[in-house]
Nanobody, 119 residues
Framework: QVQLVESGGGLVQPGGSLRLSCAASGSHFDIGAMGWYHQAPGKERELVAV???????NYADSVKGRFTISRDNARNTVYLQMNSLKPEDTAVYYCNAKFTTTKFVINAWGQGTLVTVSS
């Protein structure tokens, strides 16, 4: 059994900040790369940021310089610090993680947390 639980979404004014958290759990699995995706109404889900377990990161061009992804491997938790938020950042944000054994890998998703950037 694997699970990802997100928190931290909400309503924020343009220029404000939010910090999203995602806690992963899975018996008998190692947790590899973790990331954040978002999906706005009527649009496809797309990558926001990803981080390997060794700390290598990659970001969508639209969030570079504003968002920071980080992780705490001891707590199996990934974070997304979002600064200088814009209305176009409004979306449901989903946590993603790879749960691996020596035999197979599970690509898991959280339930999503809504971020609304509006006055």
């Amino acid at each position: 059994q694997v699970q990802l639980v997100e928190s931290g979404g909400g309503l924020v004014q343009p220029g404000g900040s939010l910090r999203l958290s995602c806690a992963a759990s899975g018996s008998h699995f190692d947790i590899g790369a973790m990331g954040w995706y978002h999906q706005a109404p009527g649009k496809e889900r797309e990558l926001v940021a990803v981080i390997t377990r060794d700390g290598i990161t990659n970001y969508a061009d639209s969030v570079k310089g504003r968002f920071t992804i980080s992780r705490d491997n001891a707590r199996n938790t990934v974070y997304l610090q979002m600064n200088s938020l814009k209305p176009e950042d409004t979306a449901v944000y989903y946590c993603n993680a790879k749960f691996t054994t020596t035999k197979f890998v599970i690509n898991a998703w959280g339930q999503g947390t809504l971020v609304t950037v509006s006055s």
